[in-house]
């Protein structure tokens, strides 16, 4: 079974097999979270970190 999991609250895309970051009509990377977390000046993780910031503990 397939499934296609749409989603702009990408910590929810950690869990899926293979992640589709596109930018401009067209997928810009492709791979798995922590492949695409390690790219430093590619979109997925420059969106996963402006959203993880709202979830970390800052005390």
Do not use: W
């Amino acid at each position: 079974m397939r499934v296609v999991h749409i989603s702009h609250r990408l910590s929810s895309c950690k869990f899926c097999d293979r992640i589709a970051a596109f930018s401009e009509g067209k997928i810009a990377e492709y791979g798995r979270h922590d492949e695409l977390i390690n790219i430093p000046s590619g979109i997925y993780a420059k969106m996963f970190e402006a959203q993880a910031k709202y979830y970390r503990d800052v005390s």
